[in-house]
C-alpha cells in the first residue's frame, strides 16, 4: 500500500465527517457492534449516505426506523445487494460479517447458539 492510499485509509479512522453526521468507524471495536443509522429527521439521501460508509467498511449495517421508501432507494443505488427491509422491524438490516458468538457468560460456554434478545412492546404500538 503507498503512502497516500494509507493516509486516505487512516483520514476515515475512527470517525467519518459527512458534513451532515459524523460516522463512528470505531463502534465494532469498542462496543462489539456498528454504529446504529437512527432515520427519523434524516433524508433518504443522508441516511443512504450513512449506510454506504458503513457498509463500504465491511460492517454489518442496521438502519432503524426506516420507512419503506428508504429501502427502495437503496436497492436503486445497486451498491448494497444483500440489504433487506424487515417491514414489522422498519428495520434496514445488511449483514456482512458473522456476529460473534457470546462467550462473556459462563452459562454460554457450552452453548451452540447465541444469546436471544426479546423485546417486548404494547399491541397497539406495532404497524400494521
Known amino acids: 500500500m503507498d503512502v497516500d492510499a494509507a493516509l486516505e485509509k487512516l483520514r476515515h ?5 459527512l458534513g451532515f453526521a459524523s460516522v463512528d468507524h470505531h463502534r465494532q471495536l469498542r462496543r462489539g457492534f456498528p454504529e446504529v443509522i437512527y432515520c427519523p ?3 433518504t439521501e443522508q441516511i443512504i ?3 454506504g460508509s458503513l457498509g463500504a467498511k465491511g460492517n454489518n449495517v442496521l ?3 426506516a420507512a419503506p ?3 427502495d432507494e437503496l436497492v436503486k443505488s445497486g451498491k448494497f445487494p444483500l440489504a433487506r427491509y424487515e ?6 438490516v445488511l449483514e456482512q460479517a458473522k456476529l460473534p458468538e457470546s462467550q462473556k457468560h459462563p452459562a454460554n ?3 451452540r447458539h447465541g444469546p436471544i434478545c426479546l423485546l417486548h412492546t ?4 406495532l404497524p400494521r
Not at 13 to 17: G, H, I, K, Q, V
Not at 87 to 92: G, M, S, T, Y
Open 122 to 125: 404494547r399491541r397497539k404500538l
Open 49 to 51: 449516505q450513512i449506510f
Open 63 to 65: 438502519a432503524t426506523r
Open 69 to 71: 421508501e428508504v429501502f
Open 87 to 92: 417491514k414489522l422491524a422498519r428495520a434496514i
Open 41 to 43: 429527521g434524516k433524508t
Open 13 to 17: 479512522l475512527p470517525f467519518e465527517d
Open 109 to 111: 460456554r457450552n452453548r
